[in-house]
């Protein structure tokens, strides 16, 4: 429908896919071979939070911006990275603010805290 009504600032819009196998090399190669070969102008959604780090990594190198769409992971918190974006909920920034509170409560009480990332994921929780 988008591109019917002529796209984007008149460009029409084309999706690019490939499978990483959720790892995070495979991501990197697909993203790279998407900015080479495609000549995409942004990498949308990610397999997993341990893809973002690296991809975005070599994404910064082609400016080409990221925005993954399940976590923002700690990437993303202050102070910003350039080109990062997160469209999703934040389940690792959970993680971190429950160490900090631990830090904080724990000397005077017990803390409990409970937060979830995927399979290969990045936990924040120290």
Do not use: C, H
């Not at 341990?50 to 975005?56: A, N, R």
């Not at 070599?58 to 910003?80: C, Q």
């Amino acid at each position: 429908a988008l591109n019917d009504r002529g796209g984007v600032n008149g460009r029409k819009i084309k999706i690019s896919l490939d499978d990483d196998g959720l790892r995070a090399d495979r991501a990197v190669a697909a993203a790279k071979k998407q900015v080479e070969r495609d000549e995409v102008l942004g990498i949308f959604g990610l397999s997993l939070s341990s893809t973002i780090g690296p991809v975005l990594g070599e994404m910064r190198k082609s400016g080409v911006p990221v925005a993954s769409t399940f976590s923002a992971i700690l990437d993303a918190l202050p102070p910003a990275k350039p080109m990062y974006y997160s469209t999703g909920v934040t389940f690792e920034v959970a993680g971190e603010a429950i160490a900090v509170l631990s830090q904080r409560i724990a000397p005077k009480g017990k803390v409990v805290g409970v937060t979830f990332d995927s399979v290969g994921g990045r936990a924040a929780l120290r």
